[in-house]
């Protein structure tokens, strides 16, 4: 596919996939390493997606929607899924790093490009530092039962909320940015690890809450309507960010073509299975007065429903030690992703040189490591958790909806490009995903529609004073190529 002849806007240029699948096999020096097979993949879409998300959002949705939050998870649930179709069918046609980043800028070109990977970089880097900030109310729930010691609440909360600085959210992210610098194996290996134990955990708590069950606490089923279901189910998406993580890492996974796609589907259907069953076990164990008890005293949520409904503190007490594994995984994951998008980005030329440059003893981009893990401990040391986790979701949706898009956009663009993944019902499905990604959005606040359009006023900014002159594709002799290769450094 050629790009735009040289009469076109600059920001419509597009990338050619076949040039971009043959730079990523091509390139002898900084390669990153193949090294993930799809259980690895698989795990490393669970341990994104599986955190926070449940572990947090349960208690902050419910109050808006009452025991109807079993039915935003599975509209949450429903727009995930139809996205994950869409990003398995492009991952399988590109199978290169970047994830919806790279679809983009080979459907809609570069302009686009940028404007997604600004979402992105909202999607992973506030997201990271979104569950950092939150590890320190689970730390201190697993501290205080066992030990029967709690930090102060100067060093776990922001200034705006009366502290100083949330530290062990700032803790977390450099040590789960030490861990990248080792290695995406060795971050991969940990990773399916902590997924084994949080997903056993949630699974013992389904077990343990069940036995609490009382049919009287779903009534009402949905006390403020169907209103409250949709706040509520935008809200809880932020459970479901993460599962595009697969897609960002596909110059380091074994058979992408294969597996890129089967992992995103089994990644999903897990996660939002045992979604279901937690919501499900929860709103049936406490009751709505019990959640607004939660929220008031700033309680773990699962943790205090299996408390009650034991009447002891043991199985609270490893909840919450699991909670801080599994947060500690999703910070991870979203790190890694930040990475990697960045590594494509300046690879295209949008970005400076140090975010490509490879390690030759550990094939990871150090510089570009540091620099993000830098930047996310000071957003999550400073600011609270609810202004970082809205922004979140607009970015993701945004990014979500346009994948949607660019399925439809590139089967009439590419009709003959290999796709070993097809979307089911095409193009039903691709545009039930637009709609409900689209609806999701409307849903969110005012306030962070004003911010995400000054995220956007920024990127607009860095990419008329950087990006458009050094873009590959502007730099290049020939329009439809971006080529630029990794720096290999020592």
Not at 101 to 109: D, H, K, L, M, S
Not at 268 to 289: D, E, H, K, N, R
Not at 435 to 455: D, H, W, Y
């Amino acid at each position: 596919m050629a790009a735009p002849g040289k009469s076109s806007p600059r920001w419509t240029r597009r990338v050619s996939p076949e040039v971009l699948i043959a730079a990523a096999e091509q390139r002898a020096e900084g390669r990153l390493k193949r090294s993930m097979s799809l259980t690895q993949l698989t795990a490393l879409g669970l341990g994104s997606v599986i955190g926070t998300g449940i572990f947090f959002i349960l208690g902050t949705a419910v109050p808006q929607s009452g025991p109807g939050v079993i039915l935003s998870f599975v509209i949450a649930g429903v727009t995930a899924g139809l996205a994950s179709l869409c990003f398995a069918e492009l991952a399988s046609a590109i199978p290169v790093s970047g994830s919806s980043y790279t679809y983009v800028y080979c459907i809609f070109g570069e302009g686009a490009a940028v404007a997604v990977a600004w979402c992105l970089l909202l999607e992973y880097g506030l997201s990271a530092a979104a569950i950092s900030v939150s590890w320190g109310m689970y730390l201190n729930d697993f501290t205080s039962s066992v030990f029967g010691f709690t930090f102060p609440q100067a060093l776990v909360s922001s200034p705006s909320e009366g502290g100083i600085l949330n530290l062990p959210a700032m803790v977390l992210v450099g040590l789960c940015t030490l861990l990248l610098i080792r290695g995406t194996s060795t971050s991969a290996t940990v990773n399916f690890i902590m997924v084994i134990a949080k997903v056993a955990v949630l699974v013992m708590f389904v077990a343990v809450a069940f036995t609490a069950f009382d049919s009287g606490n779903l009534h009402p089923f949905a006390p403020h309507g169907m209103a409250g279901i949709n706040a509520a189910t935008a809200s809880i998406f932020f459970a479901y960010i993460g599962f595009d993580t697969i897609s960002t890492g596909s110059e380091e996974v074994k058979n992408p073509q294969r597996n890129i796609p089967l992992a995103i589907i089994i990644a999903l259907v897990i996660v939002t299975t045992l979604y279901v069953l937690v919501a499900v076990a929860a709103v049936g164990a406490a009751s709505l007065t019990d959640f607004d008890r939660y929220n008031a005293t700033n309680q773990a949520v699962l943790s205090a429903v299996l408390n009650e409904a034991t009447g002891t503190h043991v199985w609270g007490s490893v909840l919450a030690a699991t909670a801080v594994i599994s947060i500690f995984s999703v910070v991870l994951v979203g790190l890694y992703g930040q990475t990697r998008i960045m590594y494509s980005m300046s690879r295209d030329g949008l970005l400076p040189r140090a975010f490509r440059r490879v390690n030759t003893g550990t094939s990871t981009p150090i510089s570009n490591t540091v620099m993000v893990g830098a930047a996310v401990a000071v957003v999550a040391g400073f600011v609270p958790l609810t202004t970082l986790a809205d922004l979140t979701s607009m970015g993701t949706l945004v990014a979500f909806g346009i994948v949607c898009l660019g399925v439809i956009v590139f089967r009439r663009q590419r009709p003959d490009i290999t796709r070993p993944f097809r979307v089911p019902l095409y193009p039903v499905t691709p545009l039930i995903g637009v709609l409900f990604c689209a609806f999701l959005i409307t849903q969110l606040s005012n306030v962070v529609f004003i911010a995400f359009g000054c995220t956007m006023l920024l990127a607009a900014i860095i990419y008329l004073v950087h990006g458009r002159k050094n873009s590959t594709l502007a730099t290049s002799s020939q329009g439809d190529t971006t080529t630029a290769d990794s720096e290999k450094v020592q």
